[in-house]
Each structure stands twice: as C-alpha cells, then as structure tokens.
C-alpha cells in the first residue's frame, strides 16, 4: 500500500472514532456513580470523563491550605523540579530537557510559590510521578482516601502508584501519553488539560533527541540562571548537530526520515522511563560536567514535537487533522485520563492535585494501538513515534 492510500486509511479511522463515540468536549456525571457505569460507559470505550465533586467528601479540600501545609509537614524535605522556564519532561534548545531536582522544605517551597519574585528565574512545581504520595507526603494520605473505590472495583486492583502534584500556574507539562488509567483528582484550584485521543497518533510528530538536565548555575537575589547539561557518555556539545536534526525532522514530517538518525527509537513512551532517569542518585551533575548514561540507559528520547497551544501548521501540516478536546478540572473534580489518551496539562496558581495510576489491560485498545505505530514506523508518513510500552 503506498502512503497515499495509507494517509486515507488514517484518516478514515479518526473521522469514523469522530463520528461514532469521540466527542470534542469532555462528558461531565453530576451524580455517583457505580462500578459497573463506570466501566461500561468510560474503561470499555476508553473515553475521558469528569465526574464532579467525585472527592468533595475528602477532608482535604478545606484542610491543604497553606498554612495547614506549614503547620503539618512544614519542616518535611521533599523533592521538587525547578526550571526556568516552567516547562519540565519536555523539548528545549535540540534536548529533552529534563528538571533540576531539588530537595527543600515544605514550608521554603510554600513561601516561593506565594512570592514567586522571592525566586527570580525560576519556576517550581513538585511533578516527581515516582509514587512520592506514599513517600514524601506520606503525611497528608489521612486526608484523603488511599483509592476512589468505585475506580478500583471497576478496575479490579488497587492502584499501582499515587502522586501528589503542586506548583506555579506558569509550570506547563508538555503533551505525552501514558500507559496507565488514570484517576486525577484536583484539591484546590483547577487544571486545564488539552486532550488527544489515541487515534490521533498519526498526525502527532515526535522527535528523538538527546536527554539533557536543567543545571543552576548562577543563582543569587536578583536572578537565577540555567544551563542544560547533556545527560551522554560524553561532553562534546551536540545541539548544533540535533538542531540540524530537528529541522529536518520538521521538513519531513510525513516523509521518510531516512538517514536523519531520529527514528532509531531505544526509549519507551511512558513517564515512568523518564522518572528512573530523573532518579539515578549516582548520577548526578557536579562542576558543570555531562550527565553520564553508562548505567542510566539511552541518551536519547523520543517526544511530541508539537506545541498544541500554538501548534505550526506549517512544519507539521498533518497535525491540521487531529481533535483536540479541552477540558477545566475544577477543585473537588475527578478526571478519568484513559490510558494512551494524549494530553497538555496547565494549572492555576498553588493548585493541588492528587492522580492515582491504575495498570492498563493489554487487550484490543492496546493491539490497535501497536498496530497503527507499526503501521506509521514502517511507511512513509513515519511521525517518529516509539514503539508501545
């Protein structure tokens, strides 16, 4: 089948998912539901939904204020990434440039986000994804419930992980997908996400560059400056050399991209890869030296190339034929995000939110997706999408 001929076979199934079960908006359930509706008319179909005021019960929502934060577990060290400019686990300068991870009080993290220009040039946001619920604000879980019992008895397990998620309105994460069900529930102020559903994999361009780290090194009263620091086996600089890359992946978008060294995909498409190469306490950047990969795994990862809130039609044609579904979480709201669902998430200022990760089935959602990435992987309209975790 030559791409032609394949183009129109993509274009069919997102028009037919369209016009049989995607909607542009997000449904909103204003009363509770069961296990059974719940599976049925969301897991099954594999469509997000918010189900308002699913977790108004939990004490949390009038308890995490800030002053119940400082006085709780105001002296807790906790992980928290910093950036300058808010844009973690994403594209910068030809890398994937991860956050400086940072550890510091509770009550150190509360008063910059309630004086942001406390902190000139940088943004922080704890976003860890390791399961840091249970771990660094443990002491919050009684506030809370351990699981939504009307997902885990849909789901048939308890969740795999829980996270905990705070930080400035300028913090953004960029658009990806993930291989778990998940449950996200907002405890203060609200999210906004900007949703794709699987069968936009086709028009969504991905580039595989090499892994970078934000570095502080110049931080004083009146600025703090970053540099992004190459997580290779060596030092040499690559960004001349990935932005030539990254410019040819452009003019290709939809074309073979033989030869370009982007689509020679060694890392998984899922947060909980980038997590154990944020994680690797023994590598850690000293001096201003390259990050080294010899233990860590590859240097290089494969990530939407495209900014949906300003997406250029121009480099990325294709992505004129995806639909984009917006939705506003709002505080005692949960969202069910399907597994594989694309999304962009921004927040409000000092926003709170608490998401549990359910394992994703293998089943025929998941056969359909591997089908359409081998499909693209081996044609001519190769977008540089990885392989399904």
């Given at each position: 089948?030559?791409?032609?001929?394949?183009?129109?076979?993509?274009?069919?199934?997102?028009?037919?998912?369209?016009?049989?079960?995607?909607?542009?908006?997000?449904?909103?359930?204003?009363?509770?539901?069961?296990?059974?509706?719940?599976?049925?008319?969301?897991?099954?179909?594999?469509?997000?939904?918010?189900l308002k005021g699913a977790v108004n019960h939990w004490p949390?929502?009038?308890?995490?204020?800030?002053?119940?934060?400082?006085?709780?577990?105001?002296?807790?060290?906790?992980?928290?990434?910093?950036?300058?400019?808010?844009?973690?686990?994403?594209?910068?300068?030809?890398?994937?440039?991860?956050?400086?991870?940072?550890?510091?009080?509770?009550?150190?993290?509360?008063?910059?986000?309630?004086?942001?220009?406390?902190?000139?040039?940088?943004?922080?946001?704890?976003?860890?994804?390791?399961?840091?619920?249970?771990?660094?604000?443990?002491?919050?879980?009684?506030?809370?419930?351990?699981d939504l019992p009307w997902a885990t008895e849909a789901f048939?397990?308890?969740?795999?992980?829980?996270?905990?998620?705070?930080?400035?309105?300028?913090?953004?994460?960029?658009?990806?997908?993930?291989?778990?069900?998940?449950?996200?529930?907002?405890?203060?102020?609200?999210?906004?996400?900007?949703?794709?559903?699987?069968?936009?994999?086709?028009?969504?361009?991905?580039?595989?560059?090499?892994?970078?780290?934000?570095?502080?090194?110049?931080?004083?009263?009146?600025?703090?400056?970053?540099?992004?620091?190459?997580?290779?086996?060596?030092?040499?600089?690559?960004?001349?050399?990935?932005?030539?890359?990254?410019?040819?992946?452009?003019?290709?978008?939809?074309?073979?991209?033989?030869?370009?060294?982007?689509?020679?995909?060694?890392?998984?498409?899922?947060?909980?890869?980038?997590?154990?190469?944020?994680?690797?306490?023994?590598?850690?950047?000293?001096?201003?030296?390259?990050?080294?990969?010899?233990?860590?795994?590859?240097?290089?990862?494969?990530?939407?190339?495209?900014?949906?809130?300003?997406?250029?039609?121009?480099?990325?044609?294709?992505?004129?034929?995806?639909?984009?579904?917006?939705?506003?979480?709002?505080?005692?709201?949960?969202?069910?995000?399907?597994?594989?669902?694309?999304?962009?998430?921004?927040?409000?200022?000092?926003?709170?939110?608490?998401?549990?990760?359910?394992?994703?089935?293998?089943?025929?959602?998941?056969?359909?997706?591997?089908?359409?990435?081998?499909?693209?992987?081996?044609?001519?309209?190769?977008?540089?999408?990885?392989?399904l975790c």
């Open positions: 089948m030559d791409d032609i001929k394949l183009l129109n076979c993509f274009e069919v199934l997102a028009n037919e998912a369209k016009d049989l079960y995607i909607r542009k908006d997000v449904p909103v359930i204003e009363h509770p539901i069961s296990p059974l509706e719940f599976h049925r008319k969301w897991v099954s179909p594999n469509l997000p939904v918010v949390a929502i009038k308890k995490w204020t800030n002053d119940y934060l400082r006085s709780a577990i105001g002296d807790k060290v906790v992980q928290v990434a910093a950036t300058p400019n808010g844009y973690a686990d994403a594209i910068a300068d030809g890398y994937f440039v991860m956050p400086e991870e940072r550890k510091m009080a509770v009550k150190d993290f509360l008063s910059v986000l309630e004086e942001p220009e406390s902190l000139p040039g940088t943004i922080l946001y704890v976003q860890s994804q390791n399961g840091n619920l249970s771990e660094d604000w443990v002491d919050l879980v009684k506030d809370i419930e351990s048939g397990e308890l969740p795999s992980a829980g996270n905990f998620w705070m930080g400035d309105e300028r913090a953004v994460t960029s658009m990806h997908r993930d291989p778990f069900e998940n449950i996200y529930c907002v405890i203060r102020g609200h999210k906004d996400f900007i949703l794709h559903p699987p069968t936009d994999l086709p028009w969504l361009p991905y580039a595989t560059l090499p892994a970078a780290r934000y570095q502080i090194v110049k931080k004083n009263s009146s600025s703090s400056k970053f540099e992004i620091v190459p997580l290779t086996s060596g030092c040499e600089s690559k960004t001349t050399v990935v932005k030539e890359q990254l410019e040819d992946q452009e003019k290709n978008y939809g074309k073979p991209c033989n030869g370009s060294g982007l689509n020679e995909l060694s890392v998984e498409d899922n947060m909980g890869r980038l997590n154990n190469l944020r994680m690797d306490e023994e590598h850690s950047v000293e001096g201003g030296n390259c990050e080294s990969f010899d233990q860590v795994g590859s240097s290089h990862v494969p990530w939407i190339c495209i900014d949906p809130e300003k997406p250029d039609l121009m480099a990325y044609p294709l992505y004129s034929n995806a639909t984009q579904v917006k939705v506003r979480v709002h505080e005692g709201d949960v969202l069910f995000l399907p597994a594989h669902w694309f999304h962009h998430v921004k927040q409000s200022h000092q926003c709170i939110a608490v998401n549990f990760w359910y394992d994703v089935r293998f089943d025929h959602r998941y056969a359909y997706q591997a089908f359409i990435t081998a499909l693209l992987q081996n044609s001519g309209l190769n977008t540089g999408c990885p392989p």
